[in-house]
């Protein structure tokens, strides 16, 4: 789990520097809401998929829409910047599918 974590923490932060970066804003706050939020939301995904481990694939799809959709609502909520509800949810869905994407094919 901490390895996942980890990993999830580099990529979806990369996405968070790159958001900023093109936004011409500052990273440091989006970065701070991403790791906290992150750290629930990885141990929740984890509890589900161990609670529902005879439906994996179900209950990884089901949890990965589920914390997308509560961290751009978080993000919306906690970022000093107050972006858009729909950037938030945006940005989480970024977010949230590279680290997919990458989890998807490593072998942690």
Avoid at 78 to 103: D, H, I, Q
Wanted: proline share 2%; net charge positive; charged share 15%.
């Amino acid at each position: 789990m901490i390895r996942t974590l980890l990993i999830t923490l580099v990529v979806e932060g990369a996405v968070v520097l790159a958001y900023s970066t093109l936004r011409k804003r500052p990273a440091g706050d989006l970065l701070e809401v991403s790791f906290i939020i992150n750290v629930f939301t990885q141990a929740i995904l984890w509890m589900a998929l161990r609670l529902f481990f005879r439906y994996y694939l179900v209950a990884l799809f089901t949890a990965e829409l589920l914390i997308w959709s509560v961290e751009g609502v978080l993000i919306h909520y906690l970022s000093k910047e107050k972006m858009k509800l729909s950037r938030a949810l945006l940005l989480s869905l970024c977010m949230n599918a590279a680290s997919f994407g990458v989890g998807w094919f490593l072998p942690v």
